[in-house]
C-alpha cells in the first residue's frame, strides 16, 4: 500500500490517518475477560453494590477502588485492560440486540 505524503508549512502529513483504522483483541482472551466481567459482577452483587454502575465507574476513571476487593474481584479486574473489558461488554450487548431481531 502506498500512502501520499504531502508537505503543509514544512510539516510532512500522511493521508493514512484518512483511512479507517483496524482494532483487534486476540480471540483466546474473549473467554478470560467475560469470565472476569462475570465474575466481578457477582462480587459487587454479593457486596450490595449496583454491578453496572460500579464497572461504569472504573472503565470510565480507572479508578480500581470502584470495584469491590470480596473474591479478588479488584485485582481480577485489573488483569484486563480496560478497552478490551469494553469491549467485551459492547460486543455482547451487540449480539444479544441483534438475536432479538432474528
Known amino acids: 500500500m502506498q500512502y501520499d505524503i504531502n508537505t503543509i508549512g514544512g510539516v510532512f502529513v500522511s493521508n493514512k490517518f484518512n483511512e479507517t483504522m483496524k482494532f483487534e483483541t486476540p480471540k483466546d482472551k474473549d473467554n478470560e475477560v467475560r469470565e472476569i466481567i462475570l465474575a466481578v ?42 478497552d478490551e473489558l469494553l469491549e467485551e461488554i459492547l460486543g455482547c450487548y451487540l449480539e444479544n440486540e441483534r438475536e432479538k431481531d432474528i
Do not use: V, W
Not at 46 to 57: A, C, S, V, W
Not at 62 to 73: E, L, M, R, V
Not at 75 to 80: D, G, T
Open 41 to 82: 459482577f457477582d462480587a459487587l452483587e454479593e457486596k450490595g453494590y449496583n454491578p453496572i454502575n460500579q464497572i461504569i465507574g472504573y472503565i470510565l476513571s480507572g479508578d480500581p477502588t470502584y470495584i469491590t476487593s470480596h473474591n479478588d474481584a479488584r485485582s481480577l479486574i485489573r488483569k484486563i485492560e480496560r
